[in-house]
Nanobody
């Protein structure tokens, strides 16, 4: 079982980034998938999560309307589309596989993280 994020980088405020979460060894569509982030000196926080069966999504207020999460099951990949980025979005972003199909399940597998930096 392996989960890996990609797509991080340096972007100017107001820009966009798309992060990818790819898995090997299991099917992502069988599980709820979440994105967490951790900024320097801050606690890790959940950003978004998408259920498996009903595709219900959950957002933290700070990203509502700017970030979306969606699946490409053919590629066994989950994406985090981030628009209208702000400096406070700067963090290491982690893809997390939940222990079941709902976001209410506990975290089971974590990716290694990808750095997102928003700066002019």
């Amino acid at each position: 079982v392996h989960v890996a994020e990609s797509g991080g980088g340096l972007v100017q405020p107001g820009g966009s980034l798309r992060l990818s979460c790819a898995a090997s060894g299991f099917t992502l569509d069988d599980y709820a998938i979440g994105w967490f982030r951790q900024a320097p000196g801050k606690e890790r926080e959940g950003v978004l999560c998408i259920n498996s069966r009903d595709v219900r999504t959950y957002y933290t207020d700070s990203v509502r309307g700017r970030f979306t999460i969606f699946r490409d099951n053919a590629k066994n990949t989950v994406y985090l589309q981030m628009n209208s980025l702000k400096p406070e979005d700067t963090a290491v972003y982690y893809c997390v596989v939940k222990g079941g199909w709902q976001c209410a399940y506990r975290e089971a597998y974590w990716g290694q993280g990808t750095q997102v930096t928003i700066s002019s």
